[in-house]
């Protein structure tokens, strides 16, 4: 190579790539080999000039590749030569380009970096104990955004003059706050304000931030502006005042998260392995299921997660957080604000008018949020991390393609924790968590998550792809799009086909898809499947015997009628009754033979097969639940109920281990699980020794085991049938981590590979993905029902 030689090269790098500090990065790089040229941001990605010797050039584009900014994801670099440009004296970095259509990805929150940490925590630093202290390696993105490309202007801060000395930083390629877009200071940034209940401002700036402490401190409950919402707060250690929190907010019994100082005061409430800790401290700050230490019950109010062997928890994530949490000796209560089934609240004016019962005071600023964002919620599988809940610090996921898209994509998702998914160029990109579109004001929610992403992208669909049910919200919004072709999936198969997405995979796989309900496409509820998959194509080859739900949705909030259910198939009233159950001891005789009588003419009842419902059933057996308080309750009562089990000293010798069997039998082309055969044994189970704890945990780790071992023996009997195809396990009941574990280690055990779920939600907020990957890989001669799940 002759190294006197001059190159030129235009540079697009796509991803997430601004507001990240890319630029400054991109200036130091060039100036660092004494190159020549220009950077810019567009609404596709960032454009870069580089000219000089073609051996520091062609470096320049290695070191470009190889080492981005932290908070940066590169998918694609495209170099072109072009002439030598005798114009280019140095490198500059120039006004951003808004005139193409905008494919850049959206960059998530991210939470306060060390050296914001250390400006805010410093005497000498002019940012000491400035509450909204960012710079551009963290602070809001996708929170304050309003439209690309993201420039100061186009921010919750355009009505925010800087000060020269924050000007003078900004406009510095060599400061770690050049173009850090909420960048502030006290002179010029946004301040706090403390509210009494009644919306009377009664102090601002650092007072205000210490009555907010006072208050958690006397036992008050406070709502705190966050990042992306509204929390509600009070202190941890207080059970009358997390009993009043319940109270109010009318949240019996769903666990709570918990907000601790640092590491160190975590530890003195879960354990956890190398993992766990990594996503504790991660820049995203999720909140992290955890294991409670045996003694956490008398650190904190045992009434934040009673009964529940895990604990929510997470770290301060914003320089507001951690200033509060440096003024208080105990852990704080941190939920989102909003009333149960609505989504969180971003402005305080509605704290009064939907919450205003519920608070003693507000601590609120006058730095708008844009974009509700809840704090995403996660946990550590066999080093694996899940996400729960696709928010903050996540959220909008994008995930990179092969090729571009020609054809614009909408898919509208689910009903259940919904969210959306868009197609632009060559990604396809993920809501962060919606919600439950089960209220008015949660339909208005996600319509205007859909308006955004259309309006900060200019996007128009031309397919929407949706749910089977047509009562799902939305199911009926996609119908409004009367110009675009439309496509209906079966629930099961787009959670199969999201694994399938996020690995770019078009299969074939086994996908076992276990969840609360779902239409299937024979009008039955789903949610015990076994389905043969490829991106366009599918085959239902198992599932779970039906049974009879009473009441259709009445029974998923009452599992004393599932439970009845079950026994119905078997036994009448009468026989019911004299079995003298004690899960049925505080249950009329009148309800059970008015139920059966319903049960018998199938007057409001729907056949379902789903293993949600299952596990509703055998809680509701062993007296872990008396009705659904909050989803996915059932299943962590017996997650913790065998855990606890497994952990007494000496139970293998105390009690002989305790098997069930799950017989699946052949219909046709189909096999089935045989529900009644698995119920009727732990039924016998309950009734032939005092249900003492121990006595319930061994069942429940039994039922876990029976189900993890018929999805591993399915798994291996398709691997001769089929050849060798990964496994992809989905659904919301896979969040339960025993029922995960063990499936892995079996799997892993019979050398079956898995589809890794990455970032992807294993519940319904990942279905939105599974329809997009469905309208990728479609055929244009597709019928509009395309899979029946025969």
């Given amino acids: 190579m002759d190294k006197m030689a001059v190159s030129h090269l235009k540079i697009q790098v796509t991803g997430i790539v601004q507001g990240v500090g890319f630029r400054p990065f991109v200036f130091r790089l060039a100036t660092e080999n004494r190159l020549a040229g220009t950077v810019l941001n567009s609404v596709q990605g960032v454009i870069i000039h580089v000219q000089g010797k073609t051996h520091a050039v062609d470096g320049f584009l290695l070191q470009l590749e190889k080492n981005p900014p932290p908070l940066a994801r590169v998918d694609n670099v495209t170099a072109e030569r072009l002439p ?41 630093s002019r940012y000491y104990r400035y509450p909204f202290t960012n710079c551009t390696n963290c602070g809001p993105r996708y929170t304050i955004i309003r439209a690309l490309p993201y420039d100061r202007s186009n921010t919750a801060m355009a009505g925010f003059t800087m000060c020269a000395v924050c000007e003078r930083e900004y406009n510095d390629p060599l400061n770690r706050r050049y173009h850090a877009q909420p960048v502030s200071c006290p002179d010029c940034g946004p301040h706090l304000r403390y509210l009494t209940s ?40 207080n059970s009358a005042a997390v009993t009043t929190l319940r109270e109010r907010k009318h949240r019996p019994a769903k666990p709570l998260a918990v907000m601790v100082k640092n590491r160190e005061s975590a530890e003195q409430l879960v354990t956890g392995d190398n993992a766990e800790w990594d996503a504790l401290e991660s820049r995203q700050r999720p909140i992290v299921l955890m294991r409670k230490r045996n003694d956490c019950d008398d650190q904190i109010a045992p009434e934040i997660a009673t009964g529940i062997c895990s604990l929510g928890i997470f770290l301060p994530y914003t320089p507001l957080h951690s200033l509060l949490m440096d003024m208080l000796e105990n852990p704080i209560v941190a939920t989102s604000a909003n009333v149960s089934g609505q989504p969180i609240i971003t402005d305080s004016q509605d704290i009064f008018t939907q919450l205003g019962d519920v608070v003693d005071g507000v601590l609120d600023h006058n730095r708008p949020i844009v974009r509700a964002c809840d704090d995403s919620v996660v946990q550590v599988v066999d080093g694996e991390l899940m996400v729960i809940r696709l928010a903050r610090g996540y959220a909008p996921l994008s995930i990179p393609l092969e090729s571009p898209v020609l054809t614009p994509l ?102 076992v898809a276990f969840d609360g309900t779902g239409l299937g496409t024979d009008g039955t509820l789903w949610g015990g499947e076994a389905l043969l998959a490829e991106s366009v194509k599918v085959t239902r080859l198992a599932h779970f015997a039906p049974f009879k739900l009473v009441g259709n949705e009445q029974a998923i909030k009452d599992p004393t009628r599932t439970l009845l259910s079950l026994l119905f198939e078997r036994y009448d009233p009468d026989t019911i009754i004299e ?69 007494k000293p000496g139970r293998e010798v105390a009690n002989q281990e305790l098997v069930f069997a799950l017989p699946i039998i052949e219909d046709g082309a189909q096999k089935i699980w045989e529900t009644q055969s698995l119920f009727k044994q732990i039924l016998q189970a309950t009734q032939s020794s005092p249900l003492t704890d121990q006595r319930i945990g061994q069942i429940a780790d039994a039922f876990i085991s029976t189900l993890a071992t018929a999805v591993c023996s399915l798994s291996a009997s398709c691997q001769s049938e089929y050849h060798p195809l990964p496994v992809a396990l989905c659904g919301g ?22 589809l890794p779920r990455k970032h992807l939600p294993v519940n319904d907020s990942g279905i939105a993905l599974g329809q997009i990957w469905f309208g990728l890989n479609e055929r244009p001669c597709q019928t509009k029902r395309p899979i029946r799940g025969e």
């Fill in 198 to 237: 009644t919306g009377e401002q009664t102090s601002t700036h650092e007072q205000a931030l210490s009555d907010a402490a006072k208050a958690i401190r006397e036992g008050k409950i406070l709502a705190i502006k966050g990042l992306g919402g509204f929390h509600l707060v009070c202190d941890a250690s």
């Fill in 579 to 647: 079995m003298d159950l004690p899960a049925l001891s505080s249950v009329s005789p009148v309800f059970i033979r008015n139920l059966y009588r319903l049960w018998q003419s199938g007057v409001s009842c729907i056949q379902c097969n789903s293993v949600g419902r299952l596990f509703d059933a055998v809680a509701r057996l062993l007296n872990l639940v008396r009705e659904t308080r909050f989803e996915g309750e059932a299943g962590m009562m017996l997650e913790s109920a065998a855990r606890d089990y497994r952990q």
């Fill in 410 to 511: 909408l898919a509208v998702g689910a009903q259940q924790k919904s969210t959306i998914a868009i197609t632009l160029g060559k990604q396809v990109m993920l809501s962060p968590y919606i919600g439950e579109n089960q209220s008015l004001e949660a339909a208005n929610h996600f319509e205007r998550t859909v308006r955004t992403l259309s309006e900060i992208y200019d996007f128009i669909p031309e397919k929407v792809i949706h749910d089977l049910h047509q009562g799902y919200v939305s199911t009926q919004y996609a119908g409004q799009f009367n110009n675009c072709e439309k496509r209906e999936i079966q629930h099961h198969y787009a959670h199969l086909l999201a694994v399938m997405a996020v690995n770019n995979h078009k299969g074939p796989v086994l996908g």
């Fill in 733 to 754: 009941v896979f969040q339960n981590r025993l029922l995960l574990e063990k499936c892995n280690r079996e799997l892993n055990q019979r050398g079956i590979s898995q």
């Fill in 84 to 124: 030598v440009n005798p114009e280019f004296s140095g490198f500059s970095i120039i006004e951003s380009d808004s005139h193409a259509h905008a494919t850049v990805s959206l960059s998530p929150d991210m939470a306060t970096c060390p050296d914001c940490l250390a400006d805010i925590r410093n005497p000498e």
